[in-house]
């Protein structure tokens, strides 16, 4: 191959010991580039032997961060040369895009991302995005690419590939009025990045190929919607939020930080979003000697309705401004270390446990609604997709012929989470956020504040032997928001999980149906 002895000149030229860090790092990258174009794997695993290599290096904190993401790219590269095939898309495990989606948020999470330049840092959480809703985490993906576009909101690769998730997420809604709500949104994002003051990194002959894919989707979709007339609805009307000042409040917390149980909070942060409206779509059991009760129904009524305790209990704990009515008289000695007592504490930490729990039994509903039989006692949410096969864990055949795009997007939204037997994890911080749930659960968690705190780093590493762990309370916090969101996540894939594999039922379905109507729950009832 011609171009062989080019890529091996810059993979030695990367390699070369007299280069300072920097310089080596740009040649690296340009290792990466340019093994990407020629389709060479073995240029793209020297190239991250590389990146290994450099970073025993003394590297400053935005070289870090820069690293990770050329690892990212390598990662990236070795998917396309590797996974060529259109049915390779559909795979549920891709090593490849799990090494992308952990390096990129490493570089994220890392505390040299804030010194990048703006540019960059959208690179990182642009491809973060994408890769996330390649993976079916395609409302994670919304959340990325709207922080994306906060710090560059003409950044078109944001625009762009945010207008296409937007179009796959309305294609896994049930309700017609969100899917054209959507689809509008899509348009509007599609328009945006093909403008003239979209900014496109990489030059023009970057941006030719994108481009033509963003203004192909654009032309699709403004033909589809032609001749659909719009949504009447009032998207800005404060009833929605309730007539009482501290209910507006609740309401207001939860819209700003997309806590509801309602497609549209991820579309929009407007009142016409502060209601928890997600529900399953009609359900087909089978007869036997009657009608079974609808036992996944109450299932994903008790998840919500724990949820949205969950929420109102974080909410509470955070809010409060001083002692309750509960804490006074509560005999408490001094020990010195200062850590924070109250009825408020206590509810964000019942919070966080609630949210992990709704987890696991997402996990069980998924074993009951599709007949995995895998004993409870066994059913984790990390493990619910895997049997073992002699020494390896391997996706249940029972997933892998479906063609669920929500469910396979609950499968890497599993990868979050840290267990022993399952280590290949998406999140840096899944360890962490592990071990302040069984510190919670199972032994003592301190909470305290600022200056006073054990450094974070205490919380990185769970051992056996470790009765107690400290935790500043400001980071603590951010971790039960991020938890409540990702749980929030769970619960909408899991609804239009279940609506593709009832469509899917329906296809295949030979024999008529009986209908079995049912009420709804009135919130007087609620007590």
């Not at 990146?51 to 396309?80: G, H, M, P």
């Not at 840092?121 to 409302?139: D, H, P, W």
């Not at 819209?255 to 149980?261: G, I, K, P």
């Not at 949820?307 to 909410?315: E, G, H, K, Q, T």
């Amino acid at each position: 191959m011609s171009d062989q002895p080019n890529l091996g000149q810059l993979l030695a030229e990367a390699s070369r010991p007299d280069l300072d860090p920097e310089d080596a790092v740009f040649q690296i990258g340009l290792v990466i580039d340019a093994a990407h174009d020629f389709g060479h794997e073995a240029t793209v695993l020297g190239a991250l032997a590389l990146c290994d290599q450099i970073e025993k290096r003394q590297l400053s904190d935005a070289l870090k961060v820069t690293v990770e993401y050329f690892k990212a790219n390598a990662w990236a590269a070795l998917q396309e040369i590797r996974q060529s095939e259109p049915a390779d898309a559909w795979l549920w495990e891709h090593p490849e895009l799990s090494k992308q989606i952990l390096h990129l948020r490493r570089a994220w999470a890392h505390p040299g991302f804030a010194a990048l330049p703006s540019v960059r840092k959208c690179q990182i959480l642009t491809n973060l995005a994408n890769q996330m809703n390649a993976a079916g985490r395609f409302v994670d993906a919304i959340q990325l690419w709207d922080q994306a576009l906060a710090l560059n909101q003409n950044f078109a690769m944001a625009l762009g590939n945010r207008g296409a998730g937007l179009m796959h997420y309305a294609r896994a809604l049930y309700d017609p009025g969100h899917q054209i709500l959507f689809l509008r949104g899509a348009l509007s994002g599609l328009h945006a990045a093909l403008a003239k003051d979209a900014i496109w990194e990489g030059g023009e002959e970057a941006a030719k190929g994108p481009h033509q894919v963003f203004a192909r989707l654009r032309d699709d979709l403004t033909s589809r919607l032609d001749g659909f007339e719009d949504v009447e609805l009032d998207p800005d009307n404060v009833e929605h939020l309730g007539a009482d000042l501290g209910e507006r409040e609740y309401r207001r917390w939860c819209m700003q930080r997309r806590l509801f149980l309602n497609p549209l909070n991820d579309l929009w942060r407007r009142p016409i979003v502060a209601r928890d409206v997600l529900t399953l779509p009609d359900l087909t059991t089978p007869l036997t000697d009657g009608p079974e009760p609808p036992r996944i129904i109450a299932f994903y009524n008790q998840i919500k309705q724990e949820y949205a305790s969950a929420r109102w209990l974080l909410f509470s704990g955070l809010a409060a401004d001083g002692p309750h009515n509960s804490d006074r008289g509560v005999v408490l000695f001094n020990t010195l270390d200062y850590p924070i007592h109250g009825l408020a504490i206590e509810q964000v930490k019942i919070a966080y446990r609630s949210a992990y729990s709704l987890l696991d039994k997402i996990a069980i509903f998924i074993n009951v609604y599709l007949g995995l039989a895998v004993p409870t006692a066994r059913v984790s949410f990390r493990s619910i997709w895997l049997e073992k096969t002699g020494r390896d864990w391997v996706i249940r055949p029972e997933f892998a012929r479906l063609d669920n795009w929500p469910l396979r997007g609950l499968f890497w939204l599993a990868k979050d989470l840290y267990e022993p037997d399952f280590s290949d994890v998406t999140d840096p911080d899944a360890r962490g956020v592990r071990a302040i749930r069984n510190h919670l659960e199972h032994r003592f968690l301190r909470i305290h504040d600022g200056t006073l705190a054990f450094p974070l780093s205490a919380i990185e590493k769970e051992t056996d032997d470790q009765p107690s762990m400290s935790v500043d309370r400001a980071v603590f916090e951010a971790k039960a928001i991020r938890l409540l969101q990702l749980t929030r996540s769970a619960v909408v894939y899991l609804s239009l999980a279940v609506r593709r594999e009832e469509e899917r039922r329906s296809r295949e379905r030979s024999v008529g149906l009986v209908s079995m109507p049912l009420s709804l729950w009135s919130d007087d009832w609620k007590r």
